[in-house]
Antibody, heavy 119, light 112 residues
Framework: EVQLVQSGAEVKKPGESLKISCKTS????????IAWVRQMPGKGLEWMGI????????RYSPSFQGQVTISADKSITTAYLQWSSLKTSDTAMYYC????????????WGKGTTVTVSS | DIVMTQTPLSLSVTPGQPASISCRSS???????????LYWYLQKAGQPPQLLIY???NRFSGVPDRFSGSGSTTDFTLKISRVEAEDVGVYYC?????????FGQGTKLEIK
């Protein structure tokens, strides 16, 4: 069974750093893309970027380029999303999802990680 | 960026009746390889989105056959032949033909 298990909820202060994770299992981690999607409270879905763990090819949405860093560790089949300096506007649910191919849709999703940034 | 526009933004349907959601893209979603990269998702309350339809008209594994997708180029439709209570939630279309991939605003389906 394919699973994407995301790390737990986080409460942070503005300016702090954060790295959330997406542990995958049940398929070849290095052969498929992993996407990150943001959902702000009460709002819709926003595509942030994708990573191909096989060679660490990363594509960012211009809206998120420079604001977050996507990475992956093949040895533990885990993808990451990190911030160096959080803002209150980063408060949102963040989902990782598997993408079966470069132009394909997101077929398996993690349950999401809630990030709350508040002073 | 390709803008995805869904209509309506909300709809209320009596169980057993049909429902239809439109999704229009600001550019063609037809890839040079002949595939059209338009997807439909349903997000139920408190859950992550789930894939319903891929490449315009193909039902994903386990999706009931009351869901169907159609359309081409820039105009797409998701239809539910007979709405059931479990179909409530927010429906999103998404394009993956061009980076950055983009979602529609979402359409909230409620049961009357």
């Amino acid at each position: 069974e394919v699973q994407l298990v995301q790390s737990g909820a986080e409460v942070k202060k503005p300016g702090e750093s954060l790295k959330i994770s997406c542990k995958t299992s049940g398929y070849s981690f290095t052969s498929l893309w992993i996407a990150w999607v943001r959902q702000m409270p009460g709002k819709g879905l926003e595509w942030m970027g994708i990573i191909y763990p096989g060679d660490s090819d990363i594509r960012y949405s211009p809206s998120f380029q420079g604001q977050v860093t996507i990475s992956a560790d093949k040895s533990i089949t885990t993808a990451y999303l990190q911030w160096s300096s959080l803002k209150t506007s980063d408060t949102a649910m963040y989902y990782c999802a598997r993408q079966a191919g470069y132009n394909y849709g997101l077929d398996v999703w993690g349950k999401g990680t809630t990030v709350t940034v508040s002073s | 960026d390709i803008v995805m526009t869904q209509t309506p933004l909300s709809l209320s349907v009596t169980p057993g009746q049909p429902a239809s959601i439109s999704c229009r893209s600001s550019q063609s979603l037809l890839h040079i390889n002949g595939k059209t990269y338009l997807y439909w998702y349903l997000q139920k309350a408190g859950q992550p989105p789930q894939l319903l339809i891929y490449e315009v008209s193909n039902r994903f594994s386990g999706v009931p056959d009351r869901f169907s997708g159609s359309g081409s180029t820039t105009d797409f439709t998701l239809k539910i032949s007979r709405v059931e209570a479990e179909d409530v939630g927010v429906y999103y279309c998404m394009q993956t033909v061009q980076l950055p991939y983009t979602f529609g605003q979402g359409t909230k389906l409620e049961i009357k």
